[in-house]
Structures are given as structure tokens and as C-alpha cells.
């Protein structure tokens, strides 16, 4: 079973960058791929990218597409989400997550083991 820590989370302007990191623990990194949901009040969590066990394919949804990315180090056991050009309404719970399946999950079913999420706030 593996554990995961997201952090990087906080308070951004419109327009600005956060980069998000999630730490994994208890198993190696490269078994599982990753996903990277986001959650905001009132509303289901959502898919914002998705990352194979390599690295080398990802998917990301068209509201996020150009200015999210995922990526990892499976050496140092991590995941990271690069948000670039920020809106108001990416304010979210952000959350990592992990699976043992080797397509792509883009739903919350597909995936086995959460982080605790952490907050991102985009003011205007």
C-alpha cells in the first residue's frame, strides 16, 4: 500500500504559477500511475491530469490543457502538477492519486489511494 503527501498548495493571483508536489511512501512510485484531481464546493471531483507509470503519456482535460502539467521522479518516489496561467476558477482541494492500473484512469473509481489534498486559492 503506498501513501501519499501532497503540498505546494496556497494562495495565488490570477495569472500566476504553483507547482504542486506529491510524495509517495510505502511502495515504489514507478508501480502505480498518477492522477491529479481537484475538488472545489459544491462540485464532484474532477480529473485535471493523469500520468503513466513511465512518464511518457499523460492526459489532461480541455479545461486545463496548455496550462497543466504532470510529471514525476520515480527516483525520489514523486509527482508533480506545474499550473501555469491561473483562473479563479481553478480554486480547488487538489488531490494526488495512485493505481495500479496501466491505462489512464480519468475517474475517481479508477483509482486505489488518495492523498489528504491540499488547497489552492486563485484570487482575481
Known amino acids: 500500500q503506498v501513501q501519499l503527501v501532497e503540498s505546494g498548495g496556497g494562495l495565488v493571483q490570477a495569472g500566476g504559477s504553483l507547482r504542486l508536489s506529491c510524495a509517495a511512501s510505502?511502495?515504489?512510485?514507478?508501480?502505480?500511475?498518477m492522477g491529479w484531481f481537484r475538488q472545489a464546493p459544491g462540485k464532484e471531483r474532477e480529473c485535471v491530469a493523469a500520468i503513466t507509470r513511465s512518464g511518457r503519456s499523460s492526459y489532461y482535460p480541455d479545461s486545463v490543457k496548455g496550462r497543466f502539467t504532470a510529471s514525476r521522479d520515480n527516483a525520489k518516489n514523486t509527482v508533480f502538477l506545474q499550473m501555469n496561467s491561473l483562473k479563479p476558477e481553478d480554486t480547488a482541494v487538489y488531490y494526488c492519486?495512485?493505481?495500479?492500473?496501466?491505462?489512464?484512469?480519468?475517474?475517481?473509481?479508477?483509482?486505489?489511494?488518495w492523498g489528504q489534498g491540499t488547497q489552492i486559492t486563485v484570487s482575481s
Open positions: 492519486a495512485a493505481t495500479t492500473r496501466g491505462v489512464l484512469p480519468v475517474g475517481v473509481s479508477g483509482y486505489d489511494y
Open positions: 510505502g511502495r515504489t512510485l514507478s508501480t502505480y500511475t
